[in-house]
């Protein structure tokens, strides 16, 4: 298993300015996602983190919006960009190896406002 | 259509029920498959992987159907700890790498 610690764990911003959210790994991983959970809904996927190359975004997200960051295999990072009332969620750091169970961080609650 | 497809639910039921999730998936190359519990405010957390043989844990029993791209998972003899969202999750292939999807969640909501 993996130990995830996302940080930070919430914060209330302003609409227009923007919040990197950081995930940290205690092992190498092969795999990190980053997942947006908004209220009452389930988990939708942002982007896969590659290590070393610019991250993999689907549908609807773009990477203006949600810079990625992997430097390493340990480490993420997102930032949500020009941030909008719309962006309040829950994102979520997630990280695995191929083909196996998935590990998640406690999640950075957003409030834009 | 949805990649991961799941009934939302809600499934109100009393304790001791047997209650049954199921759970739909798109891509045929998908190669894993598992059950997540994700409580109120809370991260998910893995509850059991599904394999193609079916497997069980205690009151849980997880089968997979790769010829009909479906997966179950059955509560038995239901507890009200049981209550929770529960989440179908796949892992498949992308373009480039594999990838992990979430179903939209199925509530489940046991009472005394």
């Known amino acids: 298993s993996a130990v995830i610690s996302q940080k930070p764990s919430r914060d209330i911003c302003q609409r227009g300015t923007s919040l990197t959210i950081q995930c940290q790994v205690d092992?190498?991983?092969?795999?990190m996602f980053w997942y947006r959970q908004q209220p009452g809904q389930s988990l939708t996927l942002i982007a896969t983190?590659?290590?070393?190359?610019?991250?993999?975004?689907e549908s609807g997200f773009v990477i203006d919006k949600f810079p990625i960051s992997r430097p390493n295999l340990t480490f993420s990072t997102l930032t949500v960009s020009n941030m909008s009332p719309e962006d309040s969620s829950i994102y979520l750091c997630?990280?695995?190896?191929?083909?196996?169970?998935?590990?998640f961080g406690q999640g950075t609650r957003l409030t834009v406002v | 259509r949805k990649e991961v497809e799941q009934d939302p639910g809600p499934f109100n039921v009393p304790e001791g029920a047997t209650v049954a999730f199921n759970c739909t998936y798109s891509?045929?190359?998908?190669?894993?498959f598992f059950w997540y519990r994700q409580d109120c405010r809370k991260e998910p957390k893995l509850l059991m992987s599904?394999?193609?043989s079916g497997n069980e844990d205690g009151r849980f029993t997880a089968q997979l159907n790769r010829a009909s791209q479906y997966i179950s998972l059955l509560i038995r003899d239901s507890k009200l700890s049981d209550s929770a969202t529960y989440l179908c999750?796949?892992?498949?292939?992308?373009?480039?790498?594999?990838?992990?999807?979430f179903g939209s969640g199925t509530r489940l909501s046991i009472r005394p």
């Open positions: 997630s990280a695995g190896q191929g083909g196996t169970e998935a590990f």
């Open positions: 092992s190498q991983v092969t795999m």
């Open positions: 983190a590659n290590q070393g190359s610019e991250a993999t975004y």
């Open positions: 891509n045929s190359a998908s190669q894993s």
């Open positions: 599904v394999y193609s």
């Open positions: 999750v796949v892992n498949e292939l992308g373009s480039s790498a594999s990838k992990i999807i």
